[in-house]
Structures are given as C-alpha cells and as structure tokens.
C-alpha cells in the first residue's frame, strides 16, 4: 500500500532514544512529555511504557492520558493560566502539580490549598529560542514579592519553582541564566517562610532543524553544576522535573507533502499539499525545516514554499530546491513537534495522516514509500 500525501513520517523507536538520552542525562529527573508537541496516541502510550511522566495544559488533555492509563500522580498541570473548573476537575482526578504566574491564579488555586501543590512559573531571558514564551508567561522578578506576599495572605503554600528557557532554546546560556533565577526565587521564597520543594525546568530542548544546537549533555552539565552548588548550601530540591515536548518528538517525525503547482510572479512560489493550516504553523515565525526532495536536477531555484489553501498567511519560508513539477515530493525533517497538533481542515484540506515505522527513512526510501500514489 502507497502512503498518501499529506503525510507524518512517525518512528516510535525515535521517541524512545530521545527520552532514554534525557533520562541518562539527567538522572535525578522526572521526565513529563509535553504531549502538546505531539499527542498522537502511538506516542503516549510509547512513552507511559517506558515509565514517563506528562505535562498537560488543559483539562481535555488530563482526561484524555487518564483514559490512556496514565495515573494522575504522573501528569502535571503546567498551564498556568487555568479556568476554575479545570483546576478543579483536575484536583478531584488526582492530579495536583499546577503552574501559576499571577495574583488572579493565587486566588484560584488559594480555593484549593489543602489539596494542591503550586508552582510559581517565573520569567526567564529566552534569547537563543526559536520560539519565545516570555512576555505571555512568567513572573518578572521585580514582582516575585508581591506574589509571594499574596500567597502568604491566603494561605497558599508554594510547592516549587519552574521556568521555561523558550521552544527550540539554541544556546546552553538559556540553561546558565534561567538556573540563575531560579536560585534566586528559591532564596526569597525561603527567607520569606516558604519550602518549595519541586524544581520544574519546563523544556526548551532542541531538535535538528538543520542549525548548530547543543546537546542535552551541555545543557545537563549546565543543569547539574548549579544543582550540584545548590546541595553544598543544603538547597538542592526534593523533586526535579522536566517537560520536554520538542526535544523528544521533534526529531522523531517527517512531513511529507507533493507540488501542487508551481508559479511564477516577481519570485518564483511552489504550491504543496500541506501548508500552515495542515501542519506548518511554526514557519509562520521563522522556525524552517531541512528539506529532501525527489526532484531531479540541482539545488539552484529560489522558490517560496506555500500550502495549498486560498490564503496568503499559508506561506512557509524560500529555499532553494531543484526545479519542481505537479507531483514531485517535499520531505521536511525535525517536523514532529507542533506540527500536526496545530493542523485544521481549513478550505477542506486534510491534515497529515500519520504513519509510524520502526526508523524513519531517509532520501529515496522516504519517496519509495509515496511511489504508487494516484
Ligand atoms: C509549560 C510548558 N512546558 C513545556 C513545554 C514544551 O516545550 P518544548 O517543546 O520547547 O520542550 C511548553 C511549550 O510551550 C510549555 O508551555
């Protein structure tokens, strides 16, 4: 049987070299899969066999791993701008972990404080991310005081401290600047009366897309020699935690997509079945995919790369490709992660369908796979 375009290349096997490759190291840490970069059941359940833990950011995300067998003391709630009733819901399945960053969320979670364990997200530098998280998330830390001070007048306990370094962190300085802060809230949260015990360094891992990026052994080492200076001062945390999403799915998916057709205005633009709205939103903010294609000739033209949708927001990036028919095929790789979890219908386009191997092919195997497609 021929696969069909559009279509997600997905290697289970992938998945777990990603997760064994962080878990050795960073020993001491409890990994919670970010299922929002890819929550493809084959990939879940891949991972809660292997003993991971998830981050979640809503309550249909909860409901959905608790459906897949995974326990509730196994997932956190790291979403930390949450409706009532989904800290609730989320309290009475079991599930306690939550983010928060603001005086309206201490108010929430304060309704629950004998039950939930609060975990103060704070702003970090994201410079060296492809794709930035602060200014929506995280607490500067001019206002650490303030909400530590509400937290006291109702009573909330804080359980920890978490951050997140940006998507696609490039730079082990986003590590060395974040552990900074962290030591810092953990310092004035203590000296104020307060005994977080949790330390949550959210995700940030990169993947593969073609760029130089560190490897989760020089962020570990980053990682481990602040840990290591913070248990000489009898500091270091009870429990640490991660929520990597694009460092374990990332680099365990491919894109694949055909020319449409091709057309030539002041540049030159070819037109794939998969675009933004099915599956490449993330290029709509400079995040660019190495590419493979089956096209004969040499890598010379210039085209913009679009989706196929009658929308002009449904352009990807330029890259120089051979010269490109109806019909040939564009493989992006490192595409596993936010991805096809951000793809619609739109213009009644079908999303990628999913296919999972044992190892993802590369060059002509990849299009060996699509060969006999009408
Ligand atoms: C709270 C939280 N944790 C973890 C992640 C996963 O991040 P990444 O895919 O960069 O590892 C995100 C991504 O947005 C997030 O918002």
Not at 110 to 132: C, H, T, Y
Not at 264 to 279: E, I, Q, Y
């Amino acid at each position: 049987m021929a696969y069909k375009t559009p279509a997600l290349l997905l290697s289970r096997n992938r998945i777990l070299r990603n997760y064994r490759e962080l878990h050795s190291a960073f020993p001491d840490f409890e990994i919670a899969y970010a299922i929002k970069s890819n929550s493809f059941p084959g990939i879940i359940e891949t991972l809660r066999d292997e003993g991971s833990s998830f981050e979640t950011a809503s309550w249909a995300e909860i409901s959905f791993l608790l459906g897949l067998g995974i326990p509730p003391e196994k997932i956190v709630f790291s979403n930390p701008m949450k409706p009532s009733y989904a800290i609730e819901k989320a309290l009475d399945a079991g599930v306690n972990v939550m983010s928060f960053d603001s005086l309206d969320e201490v108010d929430k979670l304060a309704v629950f404080r004998d039950r939930v364990k609060a975990v103060l997200r704070i702003q970090v530098p994201n410079e060296g991310s492809m794709w930035p998280l602060t200014g929506k998330f995280g607490v500067a830390s001019n206002r650490w005081p303030a909400i530590l001070e509400r937290m006291k007048k109702k009573g909330l306990p804080l359980a920890g401290i978490t951050f997140h370094p940006g998507s696609q962190c490039e730079t082990i300085l986003g590590w060395e600047a974040a552990m900074k802060h962290a030591y810092d809230i953990f310092s004035l949260a203590r000296s104020m009366g307060f005994q977080p015990e949790i330390l949550n360094i959210g995700g940030g891992f990169p993947t593969d897309l073609g760029r130089p990026i560190p490897s989760v052994a020089s962020i570990a080492k980053v990682v481990y020699k602040h840990l290591n200076q913070w248990d000489t001062e009898g500091l270091k945390p009870k429990r640490l935690l991660m929520e990597p999403g694009r460092g374990i799915s990332g680099s365990a998916g491919i894109l694949v997509a055909r020319i449409i057709g091709t057309a030539s205005r002041d540049k030159d633009w070819a037109f794939l079945d998969a675009g933004v709205f099915s599956g490449m939103m993330e290029t709509i903010d400079g995040i660019t995919y190495p590419l493979e294609s089956n096209a004969p000739g040499e890598w010379e033209s210039s085209y913009i790369l679009c989706g196929p949708s009658c929308d002009s927001v449904d352009k990807m990036f330029t890259a120089y490709l051979p010269k490109l028919r109806e019909g040939d095929i564009i493989a992006f790789r490192g595409a596993g992660a936010y991805t096809t979890v951000y793809s619609s219908n739109f213009n009644g386009f079908d999303p990628p369908t999913p296919y999972y191997l044992d190892e993802l092919p590369e060059g002509d195997a990849i299009f060996a796979l699509f060969n006999d497609e009408e």
